[in-house]
């Protein structure tokens, strides 16, 4: 591993750095290893494959030990295609290290143009208008007919005296919306994600087809909301008040704190995942204390405490898809969420491990791309606004 690590490191140091500052000396490189140059030539000009290998900068001092992971995800891949056999095969290291820079950038973490335009991997133009999420929800006020249509506003909403997006514009009129209690309902349709922030300062950030319901001021010394879907709240800290999210599954507690609320109807697990303070979870049938780093799986009342990569929870809050081993099924229910498509996996290709990592604002063509690259056996079918997922 060690020599991996030190030659994967001197291929990085030549992308990003070059022979300007004498990190690398390219001729006697490629004089001990000619098997190199064409892989140079080929990586040098090329910016995506210099943040892969900064991508394994990063992965390699990562405290969750995610750079064995994926290095044996990527010794498996090459297995695979016949190009790493080391029982069977003599086959230099070098060739193999190459083939891992080329891996973590297409393949994993940061996917490049270059397997985009790969024409026999790519996947058709049928999908050019299959479009990612973006700003959109509805706010209603509940026992009312006021509906207000949120979409295209990019900043959110602000929850005061009266309703008002972040650039200052007004929600409701002030008559109507001006020092009155009532509860409301922000709604993310498929396709559509929203922020706001509550009255109390609370900051919540729905994903798409997600409903928070809550006051428009707080009182006493609970602060109520209720959630399906998913939610990433930045709760702020009120000494002597506790801040409640009720779920269909699961009752959260918490003072002041970070923390993602997975719970949509459709799904039979539900998961709390802490960043940072404390939370208490409870299920009709036990009581977790959770603390930074943590998660509660609630698989039918009985909750599980597991560790959590921050990064992965996180991701589509920073406008990313992040697979770290995730079966297939689970992948395309999310990007059919995000997508507003209908997705159908067939049973002999549900459990099939995905890995990666793409923006989730990208084409819903580059996505696959991604897919497909974890299992070239996988083939997508559409039929309007339907996708059938088969191996």
Wanted: charged share 30%; hydrophobic share 35%; glycine share 8%.
């Amino acid at each position: 591993m060690k020599k991996i690590d030190r030659i994967v490191n001197l291929i990085r140091k030549h992308l990003i750095y070059g022979e300007s500052k004498k990190l690398i000396d390219k001729d006697s490189l490629l004089k001990e290893n000619p098997e190199l140059g064409p892989i140079l030539d080929e990586l040098n000009d090329r910016e995506d494959f210099k943040q892969a290998c900064s991508e394994y900068t990063r992965i390699a001092t990562d405290r969750n030990g995610m750079k064995q992971q994926m290095l044996d995800r990527i010794f498996d891949q090459i297995g695979n295609e016949g190009f790493v056999q080391r029982q069977k095969r003599q086959i230099s290291w070098l060739i193999a290290v190459a083939s891992i820079v080329i891996f973590l950038s297409i393949g994993l973490w940061q996917w490049s143009n270059w397997y985009h335009q790969n024409k026999a991997a790519t996947v058709s133009e049928q999908f050019a208008d299959i479009q990612p999420g973006n700003n959109k929800a509805t706010l209603k006020i509940v026992g009312r007919n006021n509906q207000v249509d949120l979409s295209g506003k990019t900043g959110g909403i602000v929850v005061g005296k009266t309703l008002k997006y972040t650039d200052g514009e007004e929600v409701l009129p002030s008559a109507e919306s001006a020092d009155a209690d009532f509860l409301m309902e922000l709604i993310t349709p498929k396709g559509g994600e929203y922020k706001i922030t509550l009255s109390d300062g609370t900051k919540v950030h729905l994903n798409a087809e997600s409903k928070l319901t809550y006051p428009k001021n707080f009182h006493g010394s609970q602060r109520s909301v209720d959630l399906v879907g998913e939610g990433y709240f930045e709760v702020a800290k009120q000494r002597g008040t506790t801040f409640i999210v009720r779920t269909a599954k699961e009752e959260v507690k918490v003072l002041g704190t970070h923390f993602n609320i997975s719970t949509y109807r459709n799904e039979e697990i539900s998961s709390v995942s802490l960043i940072e303070g404390k939370v208490q979870v409870n299920s009709e049938k036990e009581t977790k204390l959770l603390s930074p780093g943590q998660q509660t799986v609630n698989n039918k009342g009985k909750l599980s405490v597991q560790t959590i990569n921050e990064d992965e929870i996180l991701a589509w809050t920073n406008g990313e898809f992040m697979f770290n081993n995730e079966n297939l099924e689970s992948v395309m229910e999310k990007i059919a969420r995000w997508y507003d498509i209908e997705v159908k996996v067939s049973p002999s290709a549900k459990d099939i491990s995905i890995w990666g990592s793409v923006s989730r604002y990208g084409s819903f063509e580059k996505v696959l791309d991604v897919i497909k690259l974890t299992n070239r056996e996988i083939k997508f079918k559409r039929e309007g606004r339907s996708l059938y997922v088969t191996k």
